[in-house]
């Protein structure tokens, strides 16, 4: 059983491009976290989601960020118009449904917006 | 909201030595606790887990952790460090729904 799988794992974007992170969680499993971790900082949580749904989005920026888990294929956090404060480390995570089981991490993937 | 406070930014330790990282954590309700580790450009690996049994919970590579809820403390401990046991660790509880509020973490260093 693989684990949660992250690409890229290095992205580098110059202001203004989009930039397009994928997760595939572990095989059974239907819940996704997005976290983002700044250079010398812990994760922050950005977004939850269930395939098809979003279940709670309170750390995601109003603005520029998108996040979605569709029935079929990874999940997709999306960063339009990107700036250079948009450089970190972006963690996914996945687990089962129920309450209380273990999240897993991906490796992450490493934007830098140059 | 619940909240973690890792007490130490950076802990040095000989190899041999006991490791001690210490974590009081904030929350209305009784929570779940956790710790992980990351090492340099690698994802986070769960070390252990408290969800309201035994107070004592004993995880992977020799570490353990004491809920104290009277202390509000969740500290990790290993008795004898390794050269391996570089990294830096996070205590991080959940705040329903399994969102994860990550401490700023503690970077162990530990010299031969």
């Known amino acids: 059983n693989a684990g949660v799988m992250q690409n890229p794992r290095h992205l580098v974007r110059r202001r203004g491009q989009e930039a397009r992170l994928r997760c595939s969680p572990m095989k059974g499993h239907s819940h996704v976290y997005w976290y983002r971790q700044l250079p010398e900082e812990g994760l922050k949580f950005m977004v939850y989601l269930q395939k098809e749904n979003i279940i709670d989005e309170s750390g995601m920026p109003k603005e520029r960020f998108s996040a979605e888990f569709p029935k079929e294929g990874p999940s997709i956090l999306r960063i339009q118009q990107v700036v250079r404060g948009d450089s970190a480390a972006y963690f996914c995570?996945?687990?089962?449904?129920?309450?209380?089981?273990?999240?897993?991490f991906g490796q992450g993937t490493r934007l830098t917006v140059v | 909201a619940q909240s973690v406070t890792q007490l130490d930014s950076h802990v040095s330790v000989s190899e041999g030595t006991p490791v001690l990282l210490r974590c009081n954590y904030s929350?209305?309700?009784?929570?779940?606790l956790f710790w992980y580790v990351q090492h340099p450009n690698k994802g986070l690996q769960l070390l252990l887990k408290?969800?309201?049994?035994?107070?004592l919970v004993k995880g992977i590579n020799g570490f353990e952790a004491e809920f104290k809820k009277s202390e509000t403390s969740f500290h990790l401990t290993k008795p004898s460090a390794h050269m391996s046991d570089a990294a830096e660790y996070f205590c991080v509880v959940s705040e329903g729904f399994q969102k994860l509020v990550f401490g700023t973490g503690t970077r162990l260093l530990v010299s031969p």
């Open positions: 408290y969800t309201s049994a035994a107070t």
């Open positions: 929350s209305s309700y009784s929570p779940s």
């Open positions: 995570a996945s687990s089962l449904p129920a309450g209380g089981t273990e999240a897993f």
